[in-house]
């Protein structure tokens, strides 16, 4: 970076909230220890648990460390910064924390693509399910999740890196998120605003439409099962469609819709929903009905 870089980034979080700071505190404090709670307890399960060790708890076990891992790379300074009415940290940490946070959901955004196919696979297939879903391409998967992710986001970042930032030093937003960054600098930004545009159709873009084509198949297999178990099947893949949906549709929102049309409000509030919404909810839709998670609960301990 310059020499002639601004050393500090002010961060104004939530401005106005005046006294209901400390009730928006409490709430975003409970939020926090719920999701980090419920996260590390399908973990557990999943280790614990020989009946969960297959491919679909493999995969939400990755899910969870990921909701975990964005949850804490964002929330704590949030907390700080609804107390303190605003925050700072150093430039550095600024694209740092932007690097986790994008390589985060960058892998989550693959791996729910995974375990769209994978259920594809489950129910359309099931036959060839263990056949097809071996160990090794599970791993393979997960590996190809995290792997990509870590290159694109690190490409993305260097660029940050690059830029300079001489004038203003203030973000109206509670994290360090691409845009915003961008807005601060005085370079030509060109470049990443075109590579962010690319790098959003493998990771957001596609993944979605492949979420979207599977479950597809995955309703049209399940209307022709026998009633009582299309009741129930129906009612958990629509549960997992409409978190699943509004996920991509927030990323969507945020990085594929031109940024002239986007409030800052209404940033913030998409942004919420991906940073703060669904890691606290993903837990609980993918094990809420789910039988296997609900016996390994009752026998853990034992």
């Given at each position: 970076?310059?020499?002639?870089?601004?050393?500090?980034?002010?961060?104004?979080?939530?401005?106005?909230?005046?006294?209901?700071?400390?009730?928006?505190?409490?709430?975003?404090?409970?939020?926090?220890?719920?999701?980090?709670?419920?996260?590390?307890?399908?973990?557990?399960?999943?280790?614990?648990?020989?009946?969960?060790?297959?491919?679909?708890?493999?995969?939400?076990t990755q899910l969870t460390t990921l909701d975990i891992m964005v949850t804490s790379d964002i929330v704590p300074n949030m907390l700080h910064m609804v107390l303190s009415n605003g925050s700072s940290m150093s430039l550095s940490d600024c694209l740092i924390q932007f690097f986790f946070f994008a390589s985060s959901e960058s892998s989550e955004c693959l791996l729910?693509?995974?375990?769209?196919?994978?259920?594809?696979?489950?129910?359309?297939?099931?036959?060839?399910?263990?056949?097809?879903?071996?160990?090794?391409?599970?791993?393979?998967?997960?590996?190809?999740?995290?792997?990509?992710?870590?290159?694109?986001?690190?490409?993305?970042?260097?660029?940050?890196?690059?830029?300079?930032?001489?004038?203003?030093?203030?973000?109206?937003?509670f994290f360090c998120e691409l845009?915003?960054?961008?807005?601060?600098?005085?370079?030509?930004?060109?470049?990443?605003?075109?590579l962010k545009i690319y790098l959003c159709l493998p990771v957001i873009l596609c993944p979605f439409l492949i979420v979207v084509v599977s479950y597809g198949y995955i309703v049209h297999a399940i209307l022709r099962m026998q009633t009582i178990t299309r009741h129930k099947a129906f009612t958990t893949c629509s549960s997992h469609l409409t978190v699943v949906s509004i996920f991509f549709g927030t990323l969507i929102c945020i990085y594929l819709v031109p940024i002239?049309?986007?409030?800052?409000?209404?940033?913030?509030?998409f942004s919420l929903t991906y940073t703060v919404v669904?890691?606290?909810?993903?837990?609980?839709?993918?094990?809420?009905?789910?039988?296997?998670?609900?016996?390994?609960?009752m026998t853990f301990g034992r």
């Open positions: 970076m310059e020499k002639n870089n601004v050393t500090t980034i002010l961060l104004l979080g939530f401005p106005g909230l005046h006294c209901f700071r400390i009730v928006f505190f409490l709430f975003l404090l409970t939020i926090y220890l719920t999701t980090i709670c419920g996260n590390l307890l399908v973990i557990t399960l999943v280790s614990y648990s020989k009946n969960l060790h297959c491919p679909m708890y493999f995969f939400l729910l693509t995974v375990m769209s196919y994978d259920r594809y696979l489950a129910i359309c297939h099931p036959l060839h399910y263990h056949s097809i879903m071996s160990r090794m391409l599970c791993f393979i998967f997960g590996v190809i999740a995290w792997l990509f992710s870590f290159v694109i986001t690190s490409v993305q970042t260097t660029n940050l890196f690059h830029l300079e930032f001489p004038g203003s030093n203030v973000i109206d937003h845009d915003p960054i961008i807005q601060l600098s005085t370079s030509d930004t060109s470049y990443i605003e075109t002239n049309g986007k409030s800052i409000g209404v940033r913030k509030l669904t890691p606290l909810i993903n837990p609980i839709i993918y094990c809420l009905r789910n039988k296997d998670i609900k016996k390994a609960i």
